[in-house]
């Protein structure tokens, strides 16, 4: 096992290096000039969006595409994967999940731009789309074989790294530590529950997550604020230190710190790798399910699914590592992933209400992830096969998956994540920058009629008048 481990982490090392974080940030930040700040421009008008309702061709409501984006993305990187950056690259690794965020708003925009563009249909009638379908559609039949890279990792992402081995494992081990439940137990329930929801297609799945994650996300985000106003006086020093930790040397990892390059990178690399998987902008994942929404406007769903890595990472990352750091547990304990989180909640709330919060809004995110994933996958596999008569097979596959993940071990499932995180993020950003040009025009058109409709709005007005 320590060989294998060895293995990964220097694949690790190597696809999440310098070349991958430049181009995820160059990626991001290409767009944010681009499109001159519309992730802070016109934010209030995406948020506006969400709750606006559009009628248009798609298999599921905006708000229900947002929500199962969302789903996939609010899960355990938000709670378990903050505090293990946090172990692993201190405190300015959160520092740079922000610089991520902010950044990935830019693309993801842009990913949902191209994925409703360039979306199409099965043989079923069901919405098809994302990277594999804009790469192909998009940048010509020549690149057709970046499209099968993109659709072939999704798979493996799914069945393998994010879609279900650290979500069930986080489950696992949170509910086992709060509840006492056997672990053969756990997952029998949650490989049930998957089943249940799975099978039955796209709209078992955003109904899900309609009704999961709105409820959840308030839950948690209440609870987190509480905590944070018992923690009040500690809430500066954390920023503090979340800042300068960001480019000083900091012990990482429970080691000394070491020197200036490589505590930065650590938390450089550290933080960027889990701000991809929290939020999951130049992934490449959600425009799969992007593409799926009852939209007129591939620019005004991109600025709906923009607004999911704000969600994600602004709020729900943000509050759950100024918790952790302001516990002091950092510092104090070797504790990580669910277990610093844990500890981090029940110190400042009565009993083991903490523990209980955290684990009820984990089991539920990451539920709603493992549901999510499975739609991503399989609509790869859709691509890949050129026909739906494989689905079936894969659901099944995908379960079985959920079933025995219990029983793998924490460090390498993470390895395993972050590398599949990286395959996919390759043919995907590769295709973003390549149809950049139809971003920006798509952009500028949409809102040059926005003006125009609130031209003439003002002349029927004055007129009236």
């Known amino acids: 096992m320590d060989s294998?481990?060895?293995v990964l982490e220097k694949i690790q090392a190597v696809v999440w290096g310098p070349p991958t974080m430049l181009l995820l940030l160059a990626t991001g930040l290409y767009f944010t000039v681009r499109l001159k700040g519309l992730q802070i421009s016109k934010l209030a008008l995406a948020i506006r969006y969400i709750f606006q309702k559009e009628e248009g061709e798609g298999d599921v409501s905006?708000?229900?595409?947002?929500?199962t984006a969302l789903a996939a993305t609010i899960g355990t990187g938000s709670i378990v994967g903050v505090a293990t950056a946090l172990r692993a690259g201190g405190p300015g690794s959160l520092f740079w999940m922000w610089v991520s965020a902010f950044l990935g708003m830019a693309t993801k925009y842009a990913e949902g731009v191209l994925a409703v563009k360039y979306r199409t249909t099965d043989e079923n009638g069901q919405v098809c789309g994302?990277?594999?379908?804009?790469?192909?559609?998009?940048?010509g039949d020549r690149w057709r074989w970046l499209a099968k890279l993109f659709a072939f990792f999704g798979i493996m992402t799914a069945m393998l790294g994010c879609g279900t081995f650290p979500q069930v494992n986080a489950i696992t081990e949170s509910t086992s530590e709060a509840f006492g439940l056997p672990v053969w137990m756990i997952g029998?329930?949650?490989a049930i529950a998957v089943a249940g929801v799975v099978l039955g297609g796209i709209r078992?799945?955003?109904n899900a997550a309609q009704f999961i994650v709105p409820f959840m996300a308030i839950f948690y985000?209440?609870?987190s604020v509480l905590i944070l106003l018992l923690n009040a006086r500690e809430i500066p020093e954390a920023f503090q230190l979340i800042v300068t930790s960001a480019f000083t040397p900091h012990a990482v990892a429970g080691g000394a710190a070491g020197t200036v390059f490589i505590s930065v990178m650590t938390a450089m690399r550290t933080g960027i790798a889990r701000g991809v998987y929290t939020n999951e902008a130049g992934l490449g994942s959600s425009p799969i399910v992007v593409a799926a929404a009852k939209t007129k406007s591939c620019v005004r769903q991109g600025l709906v699914s923009m607004t999911s890595v704000f969600f994600t990472t602004i709020v729900i990352c943000t509050m759950t590592g100024i918790v952790v750091i302001t516990s002091g547990l950092l510092e104090s304990t070797d504790l990580d992933g669910g277990k610093l989180s844990n500890a981090a909640y029940n110190m400042s709330l009565p009993g083991n209400l903490g523990m209980y919060m955290v684990s009820v809004g984990l089991i539920f995110f990451a539920f709603t992830t493992i549901i999510s994933w499975c739609y991503y996958g399989e609509r790869c596999l859709v691509y890949l096969c050129r026909g739906v008569k494989w689905i079936f097979v894969y659901k099944i596959l995908y379960i079985a998956c959920v079933a025995v993940a219990p029983y793998l071990e924490l460090k390498p499932i993470w390895l395993l994540a972050d590398i599949t995180n990286a395959c996919m993020a390759f043919p995907n950003l590769i295709g973003l920058l390549g149809l950049s040009g139809v971003v920006i025009e798509e952009t500028k058109r949409y809102f040059r009629s926005l003006e125009k409709q609130e031209e003439d709005r003002d002349g029927e007005i004055c007129e009236g008048i």
């Open 130 to 139: 994302g990277p594999m379908y804009y790469i192909q559609n998009g940048l």
């Open 62 to 67: 905006a708000f229900a595409s947002l929500c």
């Open 221 to 223: 985000v209440l609870g």
């Open 4 to 6: 294998f481990l060895s």
């Open 204 to 206: 078992s799945i955003s």
């Open 188 to 190: 029998i329930v949650v």
